[in-house]
């Protein structure tokens, strides 16, 4: 009862034996025995009940609380001792077969009396089953620990490493492999790696018949050596004599000389539709020699991408048949032809693509059109590409950011500026016929970078 609800108290009197009046007080009424105002009889489903003989319907009644139970005494039936013995048994087993020792110690301790039964609530709905969770979880609150649990030490107790070795030790002795602890690491491939067992890579495929005064590398660790002039024009010579012609070779240089030239200017991000109005410049210095009919070439395969080509050549009375069919194919194309330094722009080009040295012709060094043009190209401020430049860097006017080498690279010096390689197409029997164990290092490409090694 809450103690708004009270609204008048009174102090009853305890009746005596033999009075008509009520059971007063609930802790009289608990503990009464027959003849005292109160009768213990059988209730219907055969449990004894205490109770209440009522004498007068207009005193209060009191409620009993729950403090108030577990020191009662409450008079119980013959059945009821029956059935608690019963129970008593049955849990005696249960605890021995199934482990419940802690629940049966405390229900059934040595202190309690044997024939003891706990007290059950009187007159309270379900109270069997309260009486049931009064057993199971009637400990006493003082055994429960009052400290937490330590986490962290009871697990710096487990030696991981020791088990792990223990483990270990028996899979070797018994020739087993655990499923959690692998003996070995699986082994990790990248997206370029291949899976299957190879033979060993050999990193020198490329062996020529002299001493290479200088070595260079590929991307993938390739050692490609230099050769000399001389075994270089050996080796266009036998192959011009199985079917690789001059024209054929001019075309080749002129198709990788301007893929590479394209992606120096900026490759897809530079040459698209949408950026018609950034179309690059370039300016194309040519001698009159077979480097200078590369270059023309390599100029006709550009202005064919919509690149503005001014190709530079000066006037002479005679020139070479590789340089007058190259200037046909040439003219038929948008580019711009002239043959005076000043006709060139003023304005920084986007690059300038060197043909102007020659390996024999050193007279035209001389020429005053090439001293001009020489000091057009260093005042342009534009990145310089040459293509088949010379050996010496004395006879290097112009210096080069990037070199182009046609099928082995020849001993260039610092001034030829970043070195790549291009296939031309010379056949692997034609290097070995020349003295050359020749292995391919381009893979899937034309033109291919090379390191100083």
């Not at 260079?216 to 050769?227: A, E, N, Q, R």
């Amino acid at each position: 009862f809450r103690a708004g609800d009270i609204t008048e108290l009174k102090i009853l009197e305890i009746p005596g034996p033999g009075d008509s009046r009520q059971c007063g007080d609930s802790q009289h009424m608990d503990t009464a025995t027959p003849g005292v105002g109160c009768q213990v009889g059988p209730s219907q489903n055969g449990t004894g009940k205490v109770l209440k003989k009522p004498m007068s319907s207009s005193a209060p009644q009191n409620i009993p609380r729950r403090t108030d139970m577990k020191s009662q005494d409450i008079v119980i039936s013959p059945q009821q001792q029956c059935s608690k013995s019963y129970m008593d048994r049955h849990m005696e087993t249960l605890s021995q077969s199934k482990g419940f020792r802690r629940r049966h110690n405390s229900w059934s301790s040595s202190s309690r009396h044997p024939n003891q039964v706990t007290p059950k609530k009187s007159g309270l709905k379900n109270g069997q089953m309260k009486s049931k969770d009064d057993e199971c979880f009637g400990d006493d609150i003082d055994e429960i620990p009052d400290t937490d649990f330590d986490f962290e030490g009871n697990l710096a107790l487990f030696d991981k490493a020791a088990v792990f070795e223990e483990i270990e030790t028996y899979e070797r002795r018994s020739g087993t492999r655990s499923r959690g602890t692998p003996n070995e690491k699986p082994a990790r491939y990248r997206h370029d790696e291949n899976i299957l067992e190879s033979e060993p890579i050999v990193y020198r495929r490329i062996v020529v018949p002299q001493n290479p005064h200088k070595e260079f590398c590929t991307d993938s660790g390739l050692v490609v050596p230099s050769v000399s002039y001389e075994l270089h024009k050996k080796l266009l010579a036998v192959a011009e004599k199985h079917g690789l012609t001059l024209e054929r070779r001019l075309e080749m240089t002129g198709v990788c000389a301007s893929q590479m030239a394209l992606s120096l200017l900026g490759g897809p991000n530079r040459l698209n539709p949408k950026n018609v109005h950034q179309r690059p410049t370039v300016a194309l210095l040519c001698g009159p020699h077979v480097k200078g009919a590369q270059g023309i070439s390599c100029g006709r395969h550009l202005s064919n991408h919509d690149v503005h080509v001014i190709l530079f050549l000066p006037n002479f009375v005679k020139m070479l048949e590789s340089i007058t069919n190259e200037l046909n194919l040439f003219s038929k194309t948008q580019g711009q032809q002239v043959s005076s330094v000043k006709d060139l722009p003023d304005t920084p080009v986007d690059l300038v693509i060197n043909c102007l040295d020659c390996h024999e012709n050193a007279f035209l060094r001389d020429q005053p059109w090439y001293k001009a043009v020489v000091d057009w190209a260093n005042q342009n401020r534009a990145p310089v590409l040459s293509i088949d430049p010379p050996i010496s860097e004395m006879e290097l006017g112009i210096d080069a950011k990037w070199s182009l080498a046609l099928g082995l690279p020849l001993p260039l010096g610092e001034r030829a500026g970043r070195v790549y390689l291009c296939d031309i197409g010379i056949p692997q029997k034609v290097f070995q016929e020349v003295g050359i164990n020749y292995h391919s290092p381009f893979g899937c490409k034309f033109v291919i970078p090379l390191h100083s090694t």
